[in-house]
């Protein structure tokens, strides 16, 4: 057994703007990063309609259809695009998280990566934003409570921006522990540390622009604390890269070595409860760093799953 990387051509047929930052380059850049790692290659599968209802009405699913455009780029918000093949992308980041799902819970593989765009972290129960059409990862935790029947998951979330569409979609779920680390002020405004869910199942902790590393690490030291004592099964991670010193969308201070500690903190952490870990690629916008970063986060996946 290994790490998967989960991709599909897709995810570079998702069309935005020029000059948009969620570019299509983002995808070539991660997987040439990837080029040469050990990796378990599997094709990200679309996903199954039920899978996505978990999560998002139909009437919703409908509307994104009825959106896309049948060519060009058309725009939800001043954030958020489609092209033709936006929606079988984002269908494919789904079905590649539940797919990984699947097999990390069958042992087939130890864990996994997901390297699809557009990211999900953003997509509220029936709302777009923040380039994001579906929630990925909310939906993969979903599948693995009424799919699978596991009673504990646990979302970890590293992007710079609040998961807002994550924390709304799991807001009432009492089997996950959702838990964020986020610039703030910053896009999209939620993510205060009282914002605590139905069940005090969601942990925000706030970092202010300027934050390096190490304060990352104490945040996510009481996370991964609070993360352990609810002993989940399954541990699932927005895997954003947008925290890195040399993004352009926010004033974070982290490097790669923060994200490859922090993976292995993850990494540890879930060891200990007997939770495989799935990964997914949220933000990240400076390329060499996104490049290098995914790499970074990927080796300690690979070490992990030895």
């Not at 790490?3 to 380059?25: I, K, R």
């Not at 539940?98 to 819970?105: E, K, N, R």
């Not at 593989?109 to 999900?120: E, H, K, L, S, T």
């Not at 590393?213 to 989940?232: S, V």
Request: glycine share 8%; hydrophobic share 45%.
């Amino acid at each position: 057994m290994a790490t998967a990387l989960y991709s599909h051509a897709a995810a570079a047929q998702h069309q935005t703007p020029m000059g948009h930052p969620e570019q299509v380059s983002r995808f070539h850049h991660v997987m040439a990063a990837l080029q040469d790692a050990r990796l378990i290659h599997r094709e990200a599968p679309v996903a199954a309609i039920d899978d996505v209802l978990r999560c998002h009405p139909r009437s919703y699913l409908d509307r994104l259809q009825n959106l896309s455009p049948q060519a060009g780029v058309a725009a939800l918000d001043a954030d958020t695009h489609m092209s033709p093949r936006s929606l079988d992308a984002a269908l494919r980041a789904v079905g590649a998280a539940c797919h990984a799902v699947d097999a990390v819970l069958a042992g087939e593989i130890d864990n996994a990566f997901v390297a699809m765009r557009p990211p999900g972290h953003h997509a509220e129960r029936e709302t777009a934003m923040g380039f994001c059409l579906l929630g990925t990862v909310a939906i993969a935790a979903m599948r693995a409570i009424e799919h699978h029947g596991l009673q504990n998951v646990a979302v970890l979330d590293f992007d710079v921006h609040h998961g807002n569409g994550t924390q709304d979609l799991l807001w009432h779920e009492p089997h996950v522990f959702f838990a964020s680390t986020h610039q703030m002020p910053l896009f999209p405004g939620s993510g205060a540390a009282s914002e605590t869910g139905s069940y005090g199942q969601v942990m925000n902790i706030p970092l202010a622009p300027g934050s390096d590393g190490q304060l990352a690490q104490r945040a996510w030291d009481a996370i991964l604390r609070r993360c352990r004592d609810t002993a989940p099964q399954l541990v699932l991670v927005s895997a954003g890269f947008d925290a890195h010193a040399a993004d352009p969308l926010a004033q974070l201070e982290w490097h790669e070595e923060d994200f490859a500690l922090l993976t292995r903190a993850i990494c540890d952490m879930a060891a200990e409860c007997g939770a495989p870990v799935v990964s997914s690629l949220e933000g990240g916008y400076d390329l060499p760093a996104l490049g290098r970063s995914v790499r970074a986060h990927v080796d300690v996946l690979m070490e992990a799953g030895k």
